[in-house]
């Protein structure tokens, strides 16, 4: 049974950096593309940054986060930097088999419950 666990969300102020993680359980880590999505209340969830063979972020978070992954500890982290009120949202992590990924909701089948990022103006 794969298992999606994120962890790292809190409040911050306008300007600061959270890091977010993300491990995973259940199937072979390191074969696997993740992703970072977000969903803010009353809008769409949305792709942030995904990373397979090809690493892809949506143009609203480029030059700011950082998408990255250690095998060995199957875990995918999001540097977050120079945030924003509007990156305020519920953060979740998703996996899925491939070698390429894609800023798509519907390519990725697990996910994990979320962790919400509050930013202050």
């Known amino acids: 049974q794969v298992q999606v666990v994120e962890s790292g969300g809190g409040l911050v102020q306008a300007g600061g950096s959270l890091r977010l993680s993300c491990t995973a359980s259940g199937l072979a880590f390191a074969g696997a593309t993740m992703a970072w999505f977000r969903q803010a209340p009353g809008k769409e969830r949305e792709a942030v940054s995904c990373?397979?063979?090809?690493?892809a972020y949506a143009d609203s978070v480029k030059g700011r986060f950082t998408i990255s992954r250690d095998n060995a500890k199957n875990t995918l982290y999001l540097q977050m930097n120079s945030l924003k009120p509007e990156d305020t949202a519920m953060y979740y992590c998703a996996a899925r088999s491939g070698a390429y990924c894609a800023l798509e909701r519907s390519a990725y089948n697990f996910w994990g419950q979320g962790t919400q990022v509050t930013v202050s103006a």
């Open positions: 990373t397979g063979w090809n690493t």
